[in-house]
């Protein structure tokens, strides 16, 4: 038999506890506001202003017709331009999604009623990104070619030329979403794990109060965090080389990069999350409180980072945040070593960024636990 008076106490002196604690009232009212606001106008699937490139060979009247109804459709962020070199740069970066060849007969096709050959090539690497996009410009293409036939029916003498569009699908020609889903859950597992282990053991010791005897002893701040940071480094490291093992013998993910590279940008990035992990500790004092905060932290940056729906359906702002993000740059990264076999030294943004972030979590997080270390544990 239930005793409701106890039941009622005890529902009482949990409520009080919970008022009491002020960074738990602000994560309750803040954290779902910000979520809403934040996700609700960030994610979509359908991907619009998607990086464009197109390479005009015929600059003519006609090409410039059809760059213009692509502009006006929304859904492409065109730059022209007429040598290939630099556009297959940043099209193997990532930097560009869709590379559009305007053939030098072109204009000659629509009117001579001859055929031509538009060269559409994607970046297949998350086929959902290009979906929309290239319905669209299947759709304009046709649509184009129609129109300035009947405009020019006098020169062209009432015929009109079939421009046939190619696809050419590069990294990932199957559009299997695994490839581009799989590395991108290796980033989110060691954006995780490594953070949530080191918070919470630190946590854990403050409550038990080991933590003021490790204190009392003599041992400084810096020895304390980096002999607790250092396994956590390592349990990742570990966690990397099964994540990769289990990824390219089982699932069929493609290693076309350097290991030892990958090896690398994971430990900058690991050592980044174990860095971010002990100095929440600074601002928290329980581990509900930890939980709560690195959950707010990863559902926003899984959700920003381009990982749930494409980078470029988030509008501007949305954009601006996730690159903020190191989550953001760490997938690019290993998307770009283990799908498309790019080099370190071809995505030293992404890298400066994790560096950046690095370095800046290492000083603001070195005066708070001084601080903290110095007032009491």
């Given at each position: 038999m239930i005793n409701l008076k106890i039941l009622l106490a005890l529902v009482q002196k949990e409520i009080r506890e919970i008022i009491r604690d002020r960074v738990i009232i602000l994560m309750i009212l803040m954290m779902p506001?910000?979520?809403?606001?934040?996700?609700g106008y960030s994610v979509n699937l359908d991907a619009r202003n998607v990086t464009t490139i197109v390479i005009d060979?015929?600059?003519?009247?006609?090409?410039?017709?059809?760059?213009?109804?692509?502009?006006?459709?929304?859904?492409?962020?065109?730059?022209?331009?007429?040598?290939?070199?630099?556009?297959?740069?940043?099209?193997?970066?990532?930097?560009?999604?869709?590379?559009?060849?305007?053939?030098?007969?072109?204009s000659k096709g629509i009117i001579t009623d001859s055929n031509s050959d538009i060269l559409v090539e994607t970046d297949a690497t998350d086929p959902s990104t290009t979906a929309n996009a290239l319905q669209t410009l299947q759709y304009l293409i046709e649509n184009t070619e129609y129109r300035d036939s009947y405009n020019y029916s006098s020169i062209a003498n009432d015929s009109s030329g079939k421009t046939n569009v190619v696809f050419r699908k590069w990294f990932n020609p199957k559009g299997d979403s695994q490839?581009?889903?799989?590395?991108?859950?290796?980033?989110?597992?060691?954006?995780?794990?490594?953070?949530?282990m080191v918070c919470l053991s630190i946590v854990r010791e403050r409550e038990r109060g080991t933590l003021q005897h490790i204190r009392g002893s003599g041992v400084s701040p810096f020895v304390y965090l980096s002999g607790k940071a250092i396994p956590y480094v390592m349990i990742g490291l570990l966690q990397l080389n099964l994540m990769l093992g289990i990824s390219v013998t089982f699932l069929d993910i493609p290693m076309k990069g350097s290991y030892s590279e990958l090896l690398a940008v994971s430990s900058l990035f690991i050592l980044l999350s174990v860095v971010i992990g002990v100095s929440v500790t600074t601002v928290i004092t329980n581990q509900l409180q930890a939980m709560q905060l690195l959950s707010f932290y990863f559902l926003f940056s899984?959700?920003?980072?381009?990982?749930?729906?494409?980078?470029?359906?988030?509008?501007?702002?949305?954009?601006?945040?996730?690159?903020?993000?190191?989550?953001?740059?760490?997938?690019?990264?290993?998307?770009?070593?283990?799908?498309k076999g790019n080099s370190i030294t071809l995505m030293g943004n992404e890298l400066l960024h994790l560096v950046s972030v690095l370095l800046s979590v290492i000083i603001i997080g070195y005066f708070l636990i001084n601080r903290r270390w110095a007032k009491n544990t």
């Open positions: 506001i910000i979520n809403l606001v934040v996700m060979h015929d600059n003519s009247l006609f090409s410039r017709s059809l760059i213009s109804a692509m502009n006006n459709s929304g859904y492409f962020n065109i730059s022209v331009v007429h040598e290939e070199i630099v556009a297959r740069r940043k099209f193997s970066l990532g930097l560009v999604k869709i590379l559009v060849h305007i053939p030098n007969d072109y490839i581009n889903i799989v590395p991108g859950l290796m980033g989110i597992i060691l954006s995780i794990m490594p953070m949530l899984n959700m920003l980072s381009g990982f749930l729906s494409p980078f470029e359906a988030m509008p501007q702002w949305s954009q601006w945040l996730g690159n903020l993000i190191p989550l953001t740059h760490f997938m690019r990264v290993i998307r770009g070593i283990m799908v």
